[in-house]
């Protein structure tokens, strides 16, 4: 499979976040069944060297809180009922860099992410990638973000993160997880591709 969210428009996708909405989400998301996202991708995402060279930067980092889930790109659709209004939900977390793996994010400050996905605007589902999931709070995770042409960082397709087991920096540089990682950025497959710089760089 390859990745369908490169430079451009994943640029494009965020700049339209002017017409979009918000909204808490107070329902359980473990309890609801999750919708998949289809696409075609211009690098493997199943190969981690791939991965690491295609993103902008690679980060260990604690999610804080889950801050709310933003609705983008609106379109209707005709359903059994009638119109009705869709839009891509995307997560919006609080974050710790813990750690760089590729580029240099500010380490012990607190920012914003978005993740590609979340809890639908009628609350029935939950939309994600294929091999994705949403981060979790209070957990570590290595992070693949993409720069936006505003300064902010997205999180965006299959395998983009991982949750760690470890619950401190020192296991975390001593796991499995950690070195893969670090050896994929050793061998990193780099994609030509419009790229942009992260307004929390160190």
């Known amino acids: 499979m390859k990745r369908i969210l490169t430079g451009i428009i994943l640029a494009v996708t965020l700049v339209l976040g002017a017409c979009s909405s918000s909204t808490g989400s107070p329902v359980d998301k473990s309890q609801l069944p999750i919708t998949n996202l289809a696409g075609s991708f211009s690098i493997d995402v199943e190969n981690i060297n791939e991965i690491v060279g295609d993103a ?39 974050i710790t860099v813990i750690d760089n793996i590729k580029g240099k ?6 920012f914003e992410i978005l993740k590609k996905g979340g809890i639908t605007q009628d609350q029935k589902s939950v939309v994600l990638y294929e091999r994705d999931q949403l981060l979790e709070v209070g957990k570590y995770h290595i992070i ?7 300064g902010s960082l997205l999180v965006s397709g299959p395998n983009s993160s991982i949750i760690l087991s470890a619950t401190s920096k020192e296991e975390i540089v001593s796991s499995s997880e950690y070195k893969k990682y670090k050896k994929a950025f050793e061998n ?9 710089k992260s307004s929390q760089e160190e």
């Open 56 to 94: 902008d930067y690679i980060f260990v980092a604690k999610i804080n809180s889950e801050m709310e889930t933003i609705y983008k790109n609106p379109v209707s659709i005709e359903t059994e009922s009638g119109s009705k209004e869709v839009s891509d939900p995307y997560t919006k977390y609080s």
């Open 105 to 110: 994010l500010k380490k012990d400050t607190e």
């Open 144 to 150: 693949a973000g993409y720069a936006q042409p505003d």
């Open 188 to 196: 990193e497959v780099k994609t030509e591709r419009k790229r942009f």
